[in-house]
């Protein structure tokens, strides 16, 4: 509980005075007794200028809630794979408080572009699109995206300041399309061979986990993901055009 009650303190600390902050804090209650002092000190601290892991893990909680809910059911199969990323990421035990929290969140009424205009405002953009991976993979828990689920991730991305490109590019990630892998490297299927390396090459750097690295391991690991993608898309391109 130590290592989550510090980080529930940095994302109060981080996102202090706004809609995260105010979410945040109504959750935490008794079911927090242990991490009260570590709490105490990050909300103290005030913002750092820079995203934290404790101000992302709360700011995915909350969007986490908000998508669970889009299409007016909760299902199991949505909770256990937020279980499972938890644990990869950030070890059984801040797993198992981060869906306590959940679970409570999935009560409260989230003012989602309240919420967004703040991550947009405290949180860098490789981060943001971090999230927006997480939160694909979120609603694709029960096999596939929900029509109603899709349309509140794409007001998210738009709220927070996503591009166009760069939510299709995560979107072919999960969604079934004919030409995914080129929308996943943002090009055209009529783009040149030297054009698709030159795509990869961008997506890539893009997408890199480095980017994410001030959030600590625990997200840039998760970011691994997104880059296997990126890369599994060039793959196909590149067996399907022959490419050397």
Not at 106 to 130: D, F, G, H, W
Not at 166 to 181: K, L, R, Y
Request: charged share 25%; proline share 2%; glycine share 10%.
């Amino acid at each position: 509980m130590a290592k989550f009650g510090k980080w529930i303190g940095a994302g109060l600390g981080a996102f202090a005075g706004g809609p995260i902050g105010a979410i945040i804090g109504f959750t935490i209650g008794s079911m927090f007794d242990g991490g009260q002092e570590a709490v105490k000190r990050g909300t103290r601290t005030g913002y750092s200028g820079r995203t934290t892991t404790g101000g992302y893990v709360m700011s995915l909680l909350v969007l986490v809630a908000a998508i669970m809910k889009a299409d007016g059911k909760v299902l199991k199969s949505e909770l256990d794979y937020v279980k499972r990323f938890m644990v990869h990421n950030f070890g059984e035990d801040s797993a198992q408080e981060a869906i306590k929290m959940l679970r409570d969140l999935l009560q409260q009424t989230i003012p989602v572009n309240e919420v967004c205009q703040q991550i947009k405002v405290n949180m860098n953009y490789s981060a943001r699109l971090q999230l927006v991976h997480f939160l694909f993979g979120i609603a694709q828990a029960d096999g596939q995206v929900d029509v109603q689920e899709q349309k509140l991730i794409t007001h998210i991305c738009n709220q927070m300041g996503i591009g166009n490109n760069d939510f299709e590019s995560i979107q072919a990630m999960f969604v079934p399309n004919t030409d995914g892998d080129y929308k996943i490297l943002e090009i055209e299927r009529s783009a040149s061979n030297d054009d698709v390396k030159k795509a990869y090459r961008r997506m890539a750097m893009k997408y890199h986990p480095d980017k994410v690295s001030t959030l600590g391991d625990e997200v840039q690991n998760a970011a691994k993901e997104k880059f296997q993608k990126v890369n599994q898309a060039y793959e196909n391109i590149k067996k399907e055009r022959k490419i050397a």
